[in-house]
């Protein structure tokens, strides 16, 4: 029996909406598990062995960290329609970047500007989390939807009659990481016409919101824990790459991200490929599972094992 996809996430992620447009232009069936929106998370701890970020494909014993590796996992099981037309790998990868860490700035810090909608506790974790303070106050708002305004006007000037999409006639993973940020900036007290001025811009949103989310279960995380304990995790799949990094093989290794939030995770190097590294680890509750983690934005270092 093929393992379910399980999607651990949050309704107001805009991460996780990157990963659901993916499910949803692929027409999937996939589990729903919420996961809470700050710290501790202890049902999602035991199949990532640290990494807390939101949100994480679970399949099986898989365990799969990061929405640029969890979308190439799914167009690995689920090739068509593609999420990188015309063979647009490369530049998909770029464009996500930019979504993902430049645009992400100034839509992040718009979309919280006011505390209402979130957790108690929200802010003080992102703050431990990122190591700065992310409050975007009533007086910054403004400045910071400019500068996302901004930006946007380049998809304004990429967006034409003949290309409906972002790299042309059909979505990719780019429009996908895009689309998420300014969906992110308009979720709480949205539209406010932010974005009247850019008019293709408003007719992409709605063509790429029309694509969905596939079809969505709820699921318990004490059901998602049952299905990685009663599954096996497959390593053969992977296409390893003869890489600079395959000197790790078999190593125990920790890998953390270079960026602020390193939630290090830890285990046994069994598979190297291109954009990831597999680590296996054991956890009492769950028992094997491979953290599949991006090698981009990655550190991987020599660890001590803790039974050894
Ligand atoms: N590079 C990661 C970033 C994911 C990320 O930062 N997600 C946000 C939520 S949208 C997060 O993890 N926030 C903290 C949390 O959920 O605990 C990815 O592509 O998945």
Redesign the pocket.
């Known amino acids: 029996m093929t393992s379910e996809l399980i999607l651990h996430h949050?309704d107001p992620?805009?991460?996780?909406e990157k990963v659901r447009l993916v499910l949803g232009l692929k027409g999937l069936a996939w589990r729903s598990v919420i996961?809470p929106?700050?710290?501790p998370?202890p049902d999602l701890m035991p199949l990532t062995g640290g990494n807390?970020?939101?949100?994480v494909l679970q399949i099986g014993a898989n365990i799969y960290?990061?929405?640029?590796l969890?979308a190439a996992e799914l167009e690995r099981r689920f090739p068509e329609p593609t999420i990188y037309p015309a063979r647009s790998h490369g530049i998909c990868a770029m464009l996500s970047l930019w979504a993902?860490q430049i645009l992400f700035v100034p839509s992040s810090a718009y979309a919280i500007r006011e505390a209402d909608h979130f957790p108690p506790g929200f802010y003080e974790d992102?703050r431990a989390?990122r190591g700065y303070a992310t409050i975007a106050t009533g007086e910054t708002a403004p400045h910071h939807l400019d500068q996302l305004q901004l930006q946007m006007t380049y998809v304004e000037r990429t967006l034409g009659k003949a290309s409906p999409f972002v790299l042309g006639e059909y979505p990719s993973i780019a429009d996908f990481a895009i689309y998420a940020r300014v969906w992110w900036a308009q979720l709480f007290g949205g539209d406010q016409g932010e974005f009247a001025a850019l008019p293709r811009v408003g007719a992409w949103l709605q063509r790429i919101a029309a694509i969905g989310h596939g079809t969505r279960r709820e699921m318990t995380p004490q059901e998602a824990l049952a299905a990685a304990r009663d599954a096996k995790p497959d390593a053969t799949a992977i296409n390893v790459a003869a890489s600079p990094v395959s000197a790790w093989m078999g190593q125990h290794v920790s890998m953390a991200t270079e960026g602020l939030g390193p939630d290090p995770v830890e285990g046994e190097v069994v598979a190297v490929a291109d954009d990831l590294i597999a680590l296996r680890r054991c956890d009492p509750l769950v028992g094997e599972v491979l953290v599949h983690l991006p090698r981009q934005?990655y550190e991987i270092k020599s660890a001590k094992r803790k039974d050894a």
């Open positions: 949050y992620s805009p991460f996780s996961v929106m700050v710290l998370k807390r970020r939101t949100p960290c990061g929405t640029n969890i993902d992102r989390m934005g």
